[in-house]
């Protein structure tokens, strides 16, 4: 039997307010993201961090699987209160703990609340958007939370080089508050409950029967575990070659660009010219070559490897809005357990990452990392290839 989908309707004025609470989100969590791996660096002495990220997404991946029981019982509205609430707590206790294992422990903690908070807002977001203008909503989203984190990498590394991370954890905190007060007065009345009780496996069985779903999950992956590796291994790379905490963020500033300018144009185009599947081929092949180039910078000048970061960044972005894009057309706001195991793709490549990334840097320097990330890079053009594009405006004359 085909259940229709239900009626959706566009809410400009929460969408608009969701995009506030989502800068807030991407502030604060930039401020803390780019330098988690040195705190755990710092915290137990050893550049092997992995483990702890690999961990932190293992506990998420399980959490996520089951997420849309929670929302069933409690409501998506109050979910990404609990998980907003959550954070603000372990902030206030990183606050007051020296790097530590305790640290570690409260630090890999905040890390799996934080996607909760993320996964929980998606779908509340989903619940005013409408399929048709999905590029274009989600091209703004993304570009307003990119916003957030375009600014974060400066931020964190001026406050990390004057205060230290007791002075990253407050900054957070403060904006935590704000998302949380934010969240209560426009969220409050759109707590719909997922009324469907599906297992585990019949979520699988569900997906598994909607092959550009699984196609585009790849493509998902793929993304994510480009962004494990970049994001746990570039910033102790670059500390150990010598760059101070200064000029690295300013490389991370100019690398984040992308993500701002490009998205809500290409999400513009995807719906009303192109679809999605042919830029999105462009972009896996931008970002494979570009990380693979990495490889073969070492300690060369800052403007060399802003470039080089910024054209990583350009396929990154592209293929973060084509990707959500794509997906969010081929879903609505019922379907919570599909939207939440398309998530799933994060967790899952953060543990093949670092599973991977523990074992080959066992034997080889770091920089092999970003040959592994380039090689898993391009084994998402089959998939991009035999994606059923989306039609746009144009091609269906509306």
Request: proline content about 2%; hydrophobic content about 50%; charged content about 20%.
């Given at each position: 039997?085909v259940?229709?989908?239900?009626?959706?309707?566009l809410?400009?004025n929460?969408?608009?307010l969701?995009?506030?609470?989502t800068?807030?989100?991407g502030?604060?969590?930039?401020?803390?993201i780019y330098v988690m791996s040195?705190?755990f660096?710092?915290a137990?002495?050893?550049?092997?961090?992995?483990i702890?990220?690999g961990?932190?997404?293992?506990?998420?991946l399980?959490i996520?699987?089951n997420l849309h029981k929670?929302?069933?019982l409690f409501g998506?509205a109050?979910?990404?209160?609990?998980?907003v609430?959550?954070?603000?707590i372990i902030?206030?206790l990183l606050?007051f703990?020296?790097?530590s294992?305790?640290g570690?422990l409260l630090?890999?903690?905040?890390?799996i609340?934080?996607?909760?908070?993320?996964?929980a807002?998606?779908?509340?977001?989903?619940?005013?958007?409408v399929d048709?203008?999905?590029?274009?909503?989600r091209?703004l989203?993304l570009?307003i939370?990119?916003?957030?984190?375009w600014?974060?990498?400066?931020?964190s590394?001026y406050?990390?080089?004057k205060?230290?991370?007791?002075?990253?954890?407050?900054?957070s905190?403060?904006f935590n508050?704000?998302v949380?007060?934010f969240?209560?007065i426009?969220?409050?009345?759109i707590?719909h409950?997922?009324?469907?009780?599906?297992?585990?496996l019949?979520?699988f069985?569900?997906v598994?029967?909607k092959?550009?779903?699984l196609?585009i999950?790849?493509v998902?992956?793929v993304?994510?575990?480009?962004y494990?590796l970049?994001?746990?291994?570039t910033p102790?790379y670059?500390?150990?070659?010598?760059y101070?905490?200064e000029?690295i963020?300013?490389?991370?500033?100019?690398?984040l660009?992308?993500f701002?300018l490009l998205?809500?144009p290409?999400?513009i185009?995807?719906?009303k010219?192109f679809?999605?599947?042919?830029?999105l081929?462009?972009a896996i092949?931008i970002?494979?070559?570009?990380?693979?180039?990495?490889?073969?910078i070492?300690s060369?000048?800052?403007v060399?490897w802003a470039?080089?970061?910024?054209?990583?960044?350009?396929?990154?972005?592209?293929?973060?809005i084509l990707?959500?894009?794509?997906?969010f057309?081929?879903v609505?706001?019922?379907?919570?357990?599909?939207?939440?195991?398309?998530?799933t793709?994060?967790?899952v490549?953060y543990i093949a990452?670092t599973?991977f990334s523990?074992?080959i840097?066992f034997f080889?320097p770091?920089?092999?990392?970003?040959?592994?990330t380039?090689?898993?890079v391009l084994s998402?053009?089959y998939?991009?290839s035999?994606l059923?594009?989306?039609?746009?405006?144009?091609?269906?004359?509306?």
């Open positions: 039997m259940i229709a989908k239900h009626q959706e309707n809410d400009e929460r969408l608009l969701s995009g506030f609470v800068f807030l989100i502030f604060s969590q930039a401020v803390s040195s705190y660096k710092l137990t002495g050893t550049e092997s961090v992995g702890f990220y961990v932190s997404y293992l506990v998420f399980v996520l699987l929670l929302v069933r998506k109050n979910v990404f209160y609990f998980s609430l959550s954070n603000v902030l206030t606050t703990t020296n790097p294992m305790t570690v630090l890999m903690l905040f890390i609340i934080s996607h909760i908070e993320w996964v807002l998606d779908v509340i977001v989903e619940s005013f958007s048709n203008k999905s590029g274009r909503i091209g989203h570009m939370l990119n916003a957030g984190f600014f974060g990498p400066f931020a590394t406050i990390l080089d205060i230290g991370f007791d002075g990253i954890f407050i900054f905190l403060i508050c704000f949380f007060i969240g209560i426009g969220f409050r009345n707590n409950k997922f009324e469907q009780k599906l297992k585990i019949d979520v069985k569900k598994l029967a092959k550009d779903i196609r999950y790849y998902s992956f993304l994510e575990f480009f494990a970049m994001t746990i291994y102790i670059l500390r150990d070659l010598g101070s905490w000029s963020g300013l490389i991370f500033t100019i690398m660009a992308p701002v998205q809500y290409m999400g185009l995807a719906d010219k679809g999605e599947k042919e830029f081929i462009f092949l970002m494979a070559i570009s990380t693979i180039a990495i490889y073969f070492g060369g000048s800052v060399i470039v080089v970061l910024f054209a990583t960044r350009i396929g990154a972005a592209l293929i973060e990707r959500d894009s794509y997906f057309k081929k609505d706001a019922f379907d919570v357990d599909i939207i939440n195991f398309f998530r793709s994060l967790p490549a990452a599973t523990s074992f840097l080889l770091i920089k092999f990392a970003f040959v592994l380039g090689i898993i998402a053009l998939p991009a035999k059923v594009d989306n039609k746009s405006e144009k091609e269906i004359g509306a």
